[in-house]
């Protein structure tokens, strides 16, 4: 019997049909497995706990609720920069700010020049941020900001039921292969605090993943850049800034980066698992369990 594959997505999913998700993520597998001359693993039960409708419906409903828009939070000068998402509540708000802060300070941005950190967590300061990392990158900036919202809501808002969500959808008693791709990355790191689960993953996979981000780590269920103690492959493509553009750090512990290059699409899941040296390692997982 062959492990069997949870599949964990990242943001954007929402309205998607989740079997042509499994579809998407098997064939970049499959393309890789090719390429590393290993046998294909078509047969192997996968499962993708499929959480994009729930994250949306969560988001706007933040939106929605009018005691929820802190209006507060809104500049009293108009020509002054206002929130990226100003529906949502502050805390969102406030980890989004951190979350620009840790990503255009790893990738090198000039800090602002009056007022330190301070200056650079307002929203004037995290605007601009914004604009340097999509003028140094291959991501457009709607997509980083998209990102970093969700990213935020499930940290601050939706955790518990994504993680509930999740949890039902996996198997029980059965040998896993955990796979996961930007956010996704965030969930499965979230979901490994369960020993049971911890106990049967045999390898887990982050694909364009923002754990390297402090702001990340800090709100983790186990918080701070702590390995669950899993055989860990983490892969990123220089120019994906979700993934910081760089390998994981050693405060990770045992993890194995791997770098690759993913052309025009550089924080594609499809792009990522068509690598054979990240492709190889599932099949043989899978295939020895």
Known sequence: MSATMVFVHGRGQEFK???ELVKKWQAGLAAGLVKAGAPAVSDAPVVLPYYGNLLYRITAELAQRGEKIELEALPAD???????HPQLPRDVGALERQLVGDMA???????????????????????RALTWLSQHSAVDQEIIKSHLRDVAVYLTKARDQVLELCHNAIPSDVPIVLVSHSLGTVVARDLLDDADLRGRTVLWVTAGSPLGL?????????????????EWLTTYDVNDIVALGHALGQEWGAVTNIEVENGDSPHSIERYLGHPEVAGPIGTAVAAH
Do not use: C, F, I, Y
């Open 17 to 19: 049909d989740p079997a």
């Open 78 to 84: 108009p020509d002054q920069a206002g929130p990226l």
């Open 105 to 127: 300070d790893v990738a090198g941005a000039p800090l602002p020049d009056e007022e330190g950190l301070e200056r650079l967590l307002s929203w004037g300061g995290t605007r």
């Open 214 to 230: 402090e702001a990340v780590q800090k709100n983790l269920l186990t918080k701070g850049a702590h390995s669950p103690g899993v």
